[in-house]
Every structure is written in structure tokens, then in C-alpha cells.
DNA sequence: ATCCTACCTCTTGCATACTAGTGGGTCAAG
DNA sequence: CTTGACCCACTAGTATGCAAGAGGTAGGAT
């Protein structure tokens, strides 16, 4: 008896490319179908099984099974199975606390950040994304939003020189993303935004580092107010 | 011929127990030499010689050597080998960086936490290992000050109920502590320590985050100031 | 009907074997 | 002496097989 695949394979990547390591691959589909709600909350995903379908041994998805787990997107339990991570309230207020620490202190340090080419470029790179974000509200397009989002976010801390600072905040913004994916609520949301996302900018291009980080901070509390709805419209999902 | 083992067995677990997996036992083995500074510093370290003195598989030791390779303490080169970080001067800021943006929000968070017995119980926490940190000053003794030091940072953030700020805080400054044990010049700088300290749980007492979170970035700018010595006393660890 | 037990199947954890790629050492040609 | 080709030892990546534990289920005893 043939079972359904786990993951649904994209066509232009029906199977693994052969110069990188499989585990690697594995990782990132397994991490992308996790956000994308492909994998859902609390399903078992089995070593086995996905070894099949990937065509590979249990190995390197093993290895990459162990990578999701450190950045809490399933849980192992050993001899009995391995889970989607399911949501809950305290692990994504956890996720905003750490995500709010960083993004604060990425925005202080470019707003203080005596080089003023720098600090001009970054004003420039993020003003520009701003701009294609009024375009893709205006066309009421909520995906090409949100990863101009990613594109806001992420252009902000690469200008801090550190990499890692960059990547833990993706990682922790990804956990957000999975709740936010469960529904597109987000319409109503666009004007508020981008007029948060201007004035993070704005306060940026003064050199206003405290009111920088306080429109930062103020932003994401705000985003993470949809947690209000979620857990009671989608309460499977939640611990 | 019989080789050097690469890690020294401490007598009190001469081998691995059976009731935890055998990765995750290997990781902290591994981890605590390398933050000892027991393993060095772009020294190669084989799977299979690590896996020959734990008595194990190749299996759990290169899962272990993934995990310690995702907190930057080893580089993994493919079919080349795997190697123990080299210390760089930017991998080792980034790191203050991202531990200052957690503490500097998590002594923030405890100054403004509205239940007052909270508060109270971490500064009495904080309090009490401020006074045993006296103790070990006046005993010279460099290796209980810093076990205390660690504590001082954990207490802080475990009041902040998010059990995974402290778990990078913690991963954070390993980076740094790896550069401190190169050598113990630290015994100038207790009564520095110990006034910073002070200084953070005096503005926390008082519910003054602003001062709190300036005393913890003041604090950890200060710890880091020896990076301005070491790398020219041991060149050989640096990239 | 209810409970208990044996068993069977599934899971992950670990051991072992094989593959492919890297780099050093040897040896011969120039 | 220098250079280059070859070989060999060793590396990490992957495949496969086995061990041990968890949990469901069937069937018998009560």
C-alpha cells in the first residue's frame, strides 16, 4: 500500500542536488514545509518515511531531524516518534522576547553608527523596500508582502557587520511566520505596517537611536498582537 | 602504537551512562574541553579517535561534533576534517553583541516586571551571589569567581521565565569564556566585576531599567575590554 | 463486560560497512 | 635538485543492519 508523501517535492527540485551534503537539503525542505503549514502541528513525521521519499538512507535525515529540533520545530521522542512542534503562547512570547532584543539593539547600533555612508545606505536599501511595500498593499498581494517583510528585517541586521545576529533573528522570526501562515489576516494590517516601518526608518535617519529602538520595540508587539485570535480559531494547533 | 587520547577522562565518569543518550553526553564532554581549553584552538579532532576513547560508534560522536558545530565551537571540513574553532576578533564581538542585546532586555524586563515579589527575589538571589563572589575575591580564588559570574547571568535571566534566553546567553558568553581561560589575568579585575555587578541589581532594585540596562551594557563592554591584550599574547589561536 | 498478558509492529538509538574525496609521501623522469 | 604522477592512508558522508523501548491489539482468564 503506497502512502501519501509527507512533502509535497516542488517541480523544479524533484530530488537532491549531488554537490551538497543530503542532510543539508533535507534540512531546509523539511524546514520550508514546516513554515509553510505544509507540515502541520503535532503530525508525526517518521525517519523512515521521508527517507523513502527523499530516496536516501535514514541517516541524513536523521541529522537533519536533530538540526530541526534544536531550533524547536519538532520534537524527538526517543523509541516513540518525531512531531511537528506544536505552537504555544509561552514559546512564541519567548521567540518575540528574543527577536525584540536583537532587532532593538540592531537598529540602536545603525542609528549610532558614526559612518555616515553606511548609515545613509542602510536608510536607502530599507526606503526602497518600504516603497515596494505600498506597491504589493495596493495590489492587496499578501505574500509578496510579507517577504518583503523578511527583506525589511533582514536588510536591517545585515548592516550590522554580524552575520549570526541576521540569522537568529530569522530563525526566530520563523516561528511567527508558521502562526501567521495559518491564516492571511494580515489585509487589514498593511497601513499600520508600513507607517511602523517608516517610522523605524525615520527615526534611524535622524541618528534618534532611543526613539529607533522604541518604534522597533513598538512594532513588534503590535505584530504579535494577532496571537490574541489564533490559539482560539486554530486551538489543535496549540499546546 | 597507542595514541594520546584526545580528551582526559575525569574520574568521575570514566565512561558514558546508559540512562542519556550517548550524543548529547558527547557533546558536553567535548564541549567542557573545548571551553577549557583542554582541546586547543585548531586542533583536529577525528570522529573515529573520539568515538575509539568514548567507546562508541562514529554514530552519536558525529552527531555530537554537528551540534558543536552549530554553536561555531568546531569547523566541519568535508572528506578534510573537523577542527576546533580559531578564536576572530569579529566572531567574538558579534557574540557580545548579540549577549548584550539579551541581557541588556532581560535585566530591562525584570526592573519593569510589575509583580514586586519577583523583583525582589532576583535581586535577593543576586544579592546572595554577589556576597559569596566577595568571598571568592578575597580568596583569590580565580575559577570560584567565575562559576559565580556564570551564575550571576544565569539567576538574571532564568527570572525572566523564557528558558531559552538563558540557554543563549549561556552559549554566547562560552565564546568569551573559551578566550578567558587562555589565562587567568582576571584577578585585577574583581573589584570591577564585582562593583558592575552591584550597580546592575542596585538599578533593578530601584525599578530603574533605563539604569540597569546602561549598567549591564557598561558591564559586559568592560569584560571584553581584555580582547585588547590577548590576541597578541597568543597569536597562534587567532585567525 | 473488564482486565491482564503476550506479542507484534513501529519508533529512534547505535554499530558497522561502504563510498568518495583530500592531501601527503614516494619515486621516477627531467 | 625539481617536478609531476601515482598511490596510500585518512577524512567525512551515506547506507544498512541490529538493538531496545513504546504502544496498540488480540485473546484468554476472571
Not at 59 to 82: D, K, M
Request: charged share 25%.
Amino acid at each position: 500500500m503506497a502512502k501519501q508523501p509527507l512533502i509535497s517535492m516542488r517541480p523544479e527540485s524533484k530530488g537532491l542536488s549531488y554537490d551538497r551534503p543530503a542532510a543539508s537539503q533535507i534540512f531546509g525542505f523539511i524546514r520550508d514545509a514546516i513554515i509553510s503549514m505544509e507540515l502541520l502541528p503535532g503530525q508525526m513525521i517518521s525517519e523512515t518515511a521521508l527517507a523513502q521519499q527523499f530516496g536516501v538512507s535514514r541517516t541524513p535525515v536523521r541529522e537533519a531531524l536533530i538540526q530541526l529540533s534544536n531550533i524547536g520545530f519538532v520534537e524527538v521522542w526517543p523509541q516513540r516518534g518525531t512531531y511537528v512542534s506544536k505552537f504555544s503562547i509561552e514559546k512564541i512570547l519567548e521567540a518575540r522576547f528574543i527577536r525584540e532584543a536583537l532587532e532593538v539593539a540592531v537598529v540602536t547600533q545603525i542609528a549610532t553608527n558614526p559612518d555616515a555612508a553606511t548609515r545613509l545606505e542602510a536608510v536607502n536599501t530599507c526606503e526602497k523596500i518600504i516603497a515596494d511595500q505600498k506597491t504589493a498593499a495596493a495590489d492587496d498581494d499578501a505574500l509578496a508582502f510579507q517577504k518583503l517583510d523578511d527583506n525589511f528585517h533582514h536588510a536591517l541586521a545585515s548592516f550590522t557587520q554580524y552575520p549570526r545576529v541576521a540569522a537568529f533573528i530569522e530563525a526566530e522570526k520563523a516561528h511567527m511566520d508558521r502562526v501567521r501562515n495559518l491564516s492571511l489576516h494580515v489585509s487589514g494590517q498593511y497601513k499600520r505596517v508600513l507607517s511602523q516601518h517608516a517610522a523605524i526608518i525615520k527615526a534611524i535617519k535622524a541618528g534618534a537611536a532611543d526613539k529607533s529602538a522604541a518604534a522597533m520595540s513598538m512594532h513588534l508587539k503590535d505584530v504579535y498582537n494577532i496571537l490574541e485570535l489564533i490559539p482560539q480559531e486554530h486551538p489543535e494547533y496549540f499546546i
